[in-house]
């Protein structure tokens, strides 16, 4: 089974930069996930990583390193509009996804 | 239809009447997936299904019941419903092509 560990809140200034850690511990890993929320909506898809290092897509970057059990996703030049929970997931070998409990950002003016 | 869709959108329902979540996706996708979202524990794997004709359990599987007849639909049944199946209930699905899961717009179920 898989247990996947992230901070429960966490605020920021509209602009600045704020970086959502994740560690997991897994029997069997396929890839990792990150998924944003908005409250009343469904997850959509961010990022995936899958080998070590960096994925920068826009603002968001996700990060992973296998060896220590541990991602982190940046949002840079926070928006209002980036307040949403952030999921972090990760895939066994059966591709099946674990999810965290989830990261609410709360982006204040 | 565009994507995956899911009925009811929300729906009140009495302890121990059988009631069936419906999701259907227009994507050709090969596997389907049932979730259910409760506050403080994120996403729980209920249910998947890797192809038609095929299902299998996930992390939370009891009280519920699913089939795959067919590519498009993956509907999820509750036997017999308790108050500790109200949930918001999401379906999602995937293709072998594509590493992101898409997920339907959800179903919000009160057990009372």
């Known amino acids: 089974g898989q247990n996947i560990d992230q901070p429960t809140e966490m605020t920021a200034t509209e602009g600045a930069i704020v970086q959502i850690n994740c560690t997991y511990q897994t029997s069997g890993f396929n890839g990792l996930f990150w998924y944003q929320q908005h409250a009343g909506e469904a997850p959509t898809f961010l990022s995936y990583n899958v080998l070590d290092g960096l994925e920068e897509k826009g603002r968001f970057s996700s990060f992973l390193s296998r060896s220590k059990g541990y991602s982190y996703l940046l949002l840079k030049e926070l928006q209002m509009k980036d307040s949403a929970s952030y999921l972090c997931?990760?895939?066994?070998?059966?591709?099946?996804?674990?999810f965290g409990a989830g990261t609410t950002v709360t982006v204040r003016a | 239809i565009a994507g995956i869709t899911q009925a009811p959108t929300s729906q009140i329902l009495a302890a121990g009447r059988r009631m069936t979540l419906r999701c259907t996706q227009d994507m050709r996708h090969n596997a389907m997936y049932w979730y259910r979202q409760d506050l403080g524990l994120g996403l729980r794997l209920i249910h998947y299904?890797?192809?038609?004709?095929?299902?299998g359990k996930g992390e939370v599987p009891d009280g519920y019941s699913v089939s795959r007849a067919n590519t498009d639909d993956f509907p999820l049944t509750l036997a017999s419903a308790v108050p500790s199946q109200t949930s918001v209930y999401f379906c999602a699905s995937s293709s072998g092509a594509s590493n992101e899961q898409f997920f339907g717009p959800g179903t919000r179920l009160t057990v009372l």
């Open positions: 299904s890797n192809t038609a004709g095929t299902t």
């Open positions: 997931a990760v895939r066994d070998s059966d591709y099946k996804l674990s």
